[in-house]
């Protein structure tokens, strides 16, 4: 799902939902999906380093918890009012300083492997 579908769900929900609130929430506040991809690809990332292969059903795990966060992040408003705001913004402070610890971690794993010298393995499908 590229840039377009993005901007397309933003126009939809502009459309049916139109208030400040909504444009903050939906513009402003929009790193959602690129942190939901990278849940699903840590959960990948994990099976990968665990087994030393990833399978088809490494992707189910990754993508339950990357949807169940997308649900809430769309709920929030719903289920708690206007006090969804506020877990709006909990949910996503926690969502970037979760993101921000395991790229520090993967950077000092990069180094610790020797990968960001060129010595990454080469991987045999």
Known sequence: ????????????????????????????????????VATTGLWLAIAKVERGKVVIWDLIPGLLVAMT??????????????????AILAQGVHQLWYSRKMIKEAMRDDVLLGYEAGMAPVERY
Request: charged share 10%; glycine share 14%.
């Open 69 to 86: 966060l997308h649900f809430l992040w769309n709920g929030w408003m719903g289920f708690l009012g206007d006090l969804g705001f506020v």
């Open 1 to 36: 799902m590229g840039l377009g579908f993005f901007a397309m769900e933003n126009f939809q929900y502009f459309l049916y939902y139109f208030d400040e609130s909504v444009i903050i929430y939906r513009s402003v506040l929009c790193w959602g999906h690129g942190v939901w």
